[in-house]
């Protein structure tokens, strides 16, 4: 079982509404929580990153939010474009090491 | 653009052939890492490279060879490949390991028949 996991899958909304993708972990303790959007043919750019200490950050249309009690993340899309349409993965960095915890990611399709 | 490229953007390959993926980042960052992504799946870390020194190798097969002649450049080469083998192959750098934010290249799709 991957220490993170994304939900949902997949994700279909029209143009202009709200979503909200869903992040959970179990990687502890761990420096910090980052979403990537990654776009069809591309590599994965950073959107947000989060410290264990914060609970909230904002880019734009995108707003993160950290609960590290019950160990949950969620990417709060506001009036979704099509620009939008790509998979947004969470990514965990377990404090100490190299390695960085992908999730599978979601994969977000915004309809006209 | 990422400030990182990599090249080619696809390649198709026998099993038998032999070839070479290049990654260049432009950022003057230190750690250079390769990951592959097979569909539905998370990113796989393969291998971390930390000012020219690799730092991880994640248990990958003797038919991926990476190497690092600086710390602008990273290769990935390929040798006896099996079609599972067949992924997006992406490059990414950050200033230092682990906890720095990473920028990624566009990838290399891989078709291995």
């Known amino acids: 079982k991957n220490q993170v996991e994304q939900s949902p899958q997949s994700l279909i909304i029209l143009e202009g509404k709200n979503c909200t993708l869903q992040c959970n972990y179990t990687v502890s303790p761990f420096s910090n929580l980052r979403w990537y959007k990654q776009d069809t043919g591309r590599g994965p750019v950073s959107l947000t990153i989060?410290?264990?200490?914060?609970n909230t950050k904002s880019n734009g249309r995108y707003t993160a939010t950290l609960d590290a009690d019950t160990k949950q993340s969620s990417l709060h899309i506001t009036a979704s474009q099509l620009s939008d349409s790509a998979s947004y993965i969470c990514?965990?960095?377990?404090?100490?090491?190299?390695?960085?915890?992908f999730g599978a990611g979601t994969r977000l399709f915004v309809k006209a | 653009e990422t400030g990182v490229t990599q090249t080619p953007r696809h390649l198709v390959m026998g099993m038998t052939n032999k070839k070479s993926l290049k990654c260049e980042q432009h950022?003057?960052?230190?750690?250079m890492y390769w990951y592959k992504q097979s569909a539905k799946k998370p990113l796989e870390l393969m291998f971390v490279?930390?000012?020219?020194?690799?730092?991880e190798n994640n248990s990958v097969p003797s038919r991926f060879s990476p190497e690092c002649p600086n710390s602008s450049h990273l290769f990935l080469h390929l040798h006896t490949l099996q079609p599972e083998d067949s992924a997006l192959y992406l490059c990414?750098?950050?200033?230092?390991?682990?906890?720095?934010?990473?920028?990624f290249g566009p990838g290399t799709r891989l078709l291995v028949l």
């Open positions: 490279y930390s000012l020219e020194e690799r730092v």
């Open positions: 989060m410290t264990f200490s914060e």
């Open positions: 950022l003057g960052h230190n750690a």
């Open positions: 990414a750098s950050s200033q230092g390991v682990a906890t720095e934010t990473q920028y």
């Open positions: 990514v965990v960095s377990p404090t100490g090491g190299f390695k960085t915890i």
